[in-house]
């Protein structure tokens, strides 16, 4: 089992900047590991991933450029530039043992573990 903690979220007008981090309660050497995002009313949708092998990753279209994710040991962050109120959600970090590298899974039932949350609102 493994216990994901998010945090650093907040309140930023369009145009600013956060970091997201997501403490896992142990290292894992090989798993992929992923920033999703729910707004209300809408799907829970993929961000952003990183595979822990070698460091593969991949963005949603509405986030390149402007997010940047990587890890180290068991920390995952989410740098994210140039916010847009659209990036208004939930953000959610998720985890699931991964054997290969390569790039990871992109939807969340392919994923085990999840953190509960860190809210981010952006005002225009």
């Known amino acids: 089992q493994v216990q994901l903690v998010e945090s650093g979220g907040g309140s930023v007008q369009a145009g600013g900047s956060l970091k997201l981090s997501c403490v896992a309660s142990r290292y894992t050497y090989t798993s992929c590991m992923a920033w999703f995002r729910q707004a209300p009313g809408k799907e829970r949708e993929v961000v952003a991933t990183?595979?822990?092998?070698?460091?593969s990753t991949a963005y949603a279209d509405s986030v390149k450029g402007r997010f940047t994710v990587n890890s180290d040991k068991n920390t995952l962050y989410l740098q994210m530039n140039n916010l847009k109120p659209e990036d208004t959600a939930m953000y959610y970090c998720?985890?699931?043992?991964?054997?290969?590298?390569?790039?990871?899974?992109?939807?969340?039932?392919?994923?085990?573990?999840w953190g509960q949350g860190t809210q981010v609102t952006v005002s225009s």
């Open positions: 998720a985890s699931v043992r991964r054997l290969s590298g390569g790039y990871c899974y992109m939807t969340p039932s392919q994923y085990a573990y």
């Open positions: 990183i595979n822990t092998i070698d460091s």
